[in-house]
């Protein structure tokens, strides 16, 4: 049974559970909710929004777009990953999820696209992703190492990501124009199997944002459930503001760090935060305050320390 935006219908079997997090996202509510219908076409599907205490009217705003939407409202702005999994424990029964930035416009077909990539062994499925200029985002990642930093620090993402060893991103364009199994990919479109989530879900919420997506896609490698690339599969990624945010970069440079500790030995971290100090004190001098805020966090023990409480909440 097909269903749509306006009258989705929730617990059929083979439902997709469309989840988003939403915080001051009102402006981009309308074109996100107008692109489900055709990137779900043929695909039964429900809509559920965890909104983290925006102040702009989204909630009110999802509320007219969305009526048959489930929402949720934290109370507080709790985290992005907090808000995934409380929008997963509030879907219907579904046999996968797809997660959703509220910047993400899906193409027709896309859904249709990514589960047909979903073959035995595989766990999460990843479209082609384009910006809002319609060009490719480089979204292919490799799980993060001492040399891989190293590589970035010195010769730059772009350079370091043509060669395996050395670079995290995929940058070799060509690698894009076919299927190909990643070992995490950028998480703004994400479709997750029912199963994956089980053995390997929730996210963990210690991360509050960036790299949940990382440690996520890690642990169901870890259990033999790989993520696939689906260049069929198209999405619009509008992309953040991290970039520019000095707040937000420094959060995005230590949870790396955080991610890596939780993974490796206390001297392989070492060598990797040397690594991430030496390419963003480069940039510093270059004059960009991203990198100077993410310098003095990065040399401050107590930035560093890993958050009080739990590091996750996984079953």
């Known amino acids: 049974m097909t269903v749509d935006s306006r009258h989705p219908v929730a617990g059929q079997p083979g439902t997709v559970a469309v989840v988003v997090v939403t915080y001051n996202s009102a402006g981009l509510l309308d074109d996100l909710v107008a692109s489900l219908d055709d990137g779900l076409k043929g695909v039964s599907w429900h809509l559920t929004v965890t909104d983290n205490a925006s102040a702009d009217g989204t909630v009110g705003k999802l509320r007219s777009l969305a009526p048959a939407a489930t929402v949720i409202e934290m109370g507080r702005n709790a985290g992005y990953a907090a808000g995934i999994n409380a929008a997963v424990r509030a879907a219907p029964p579904h046999s996968a999820i797809l997660v959703l930035n509220p910047d993400v416009r899906l193409t027709p077909g896309c859904v249709t696209e990514l589960l047909g990539a979903m073959r035995p062994g595989t766990g999460l499925a990843v479209p082609q992703l384009l910006d809002a200029r319609y060009e490719l985002i480089e979204s292919m990642r490799r799980e993060p190492t001492v040399l891989r930093a190293w590589g970035d620090a010195l010769l730059g993402a772009s350079r370091a990501g043509r060669y395996r060893a050395l670079g995290e991103v995929v940058t070799d364009r060509k690698r894009y124009a076919q299927e190909a199994v990643t070992d995490w990919a950028e998480g703004s479109t994400l479709l997750i199997t029912a199963e994956c989530w089980r053995r390997c879900g929730p996210w963990d919420e210690s991360f509050f944002l960036y790299s949940e997506e990382t440690d996520f896609a890690l642990r169901a490698r870890d259990s033999a459930l790989l993520t696939q690339y689906v260049p069929s599969a198209v999405a619009v990624h509008l992309e953040g503001d991290s970039a520019r945010s000095p707040g937000l970069w420094t959060l ?37 305050p991203t990198s100077r805020a993410a310098v003095k966090a990065l040399i401050s023990p107590r930035r560093l320390r890993e958050p009080r409480g739990p590091h996750s909440v996984r079953n």
């Open 252 to 288: 995005l440079m230590l949870n790396r760090v955080r991610l890596f500790r939780r993974r490796n030995g206390k001297t392989r971290t070492a060598v990797y935060w040397a690594a991430l100090v030496s390419r963003e004190a480069s940039r510093a001098l270059l004059g960009r």
